[in-house]
């Protein structure tokens, strides 16, 4: 079993971000009809609802358009005709990439690398549901105006430069904790 190394706390800058672009999406809860037509369009029913990438049991609403690119918002929102069925490791997979390379490409655990059954079908029914859904972007900034737009990204900015700086105290506690540990623990004896 792998020795399991703590995590730093800049390795939550990225999570930051992205809760940061997940506060200000907006959310539209689809209608049950809304989503008997989206899953009808990818030859599915609620009964039979499956991974749109490869046809495992879903799990998960993917969105087929990310709303993060580049720790950005992407204008692209959680709506009944940006989302599909997923299982859990093509969701993983996919992250924020889009789809049609995805699943065409050499990613790990992407469609095409698990050799995946009838995958030009699969690509015809996402690009028909794309087609469907016809979603374009919200122009979110100019939505938001500038003036608040920066304002909301300077507190994500401050909150990363308080990450950074906390880690760099965290390693210098870590540092005298560890020393301390050495005078301590009780050294192994040697084997005889």
């Known amino acids: 079993m792998k020795f399991r190394k703590p995590l730093k706390i800049t390795s939550r800058t990225s999570s930051i971000t992205n809760a940061f672009v997940q506060a200000i999406i907006p959310s539209v809860e689809p209608s049950a009809e809304e ?15 499956r991974c749109v990438y490869c046809g495992d049991p879903a799990t998960d609403w ?14 692209y929102v959680n709506d009944i005709r940006n989302i ?10 996919k ?5 049609k390379a995805w699943m065409q490409g050499l990613a790990p655990g992407s469609p095409r690398t698990r050799g995946i059954a009838n995958l030009d079908q699969r690509i015809a ?21 500038e ?3 920066r304002s ?18 965290a390693d210098r506690i870590k540092i005298k904790l560890t020393a301390e540990l050495e005078i ?3 050294k192994a004896s040697p084997a005889t």
């Open 35 to 49: 989503e008997a037509e989206a899953l009808s369009i990818l030859g599915m029913t609620p009964e039979t609802r």
């Open 125 to 145: 029914l996402i690009e028909k549901f794309e087609a469907w859904g016809n979603v374009e972007p919200l122009p979110i900034r100019e939505c938001v105006g």
């Open 152 to 169: 909301y990204w300077e507190r994500c900015d401050a909150i990363t430069v308080q990450l950074r700086e906390a880690q760099v105290q």
């Open 62 to 75: 993917d969105h087929l358009r990310s709303y993060v690119r580049k720790k950005e918002p992407s204008g």
């Open 84 to 93: 599909v069925p997923s299982c859990g490791p093509c969701n993983q997979s």
């Open 95 to 99: 992250s924020g990439s889009e789809w």
């Open 147 to 149: 003036e608040e737009w």
């Open 184 to 186: 301590l623990r009780p």
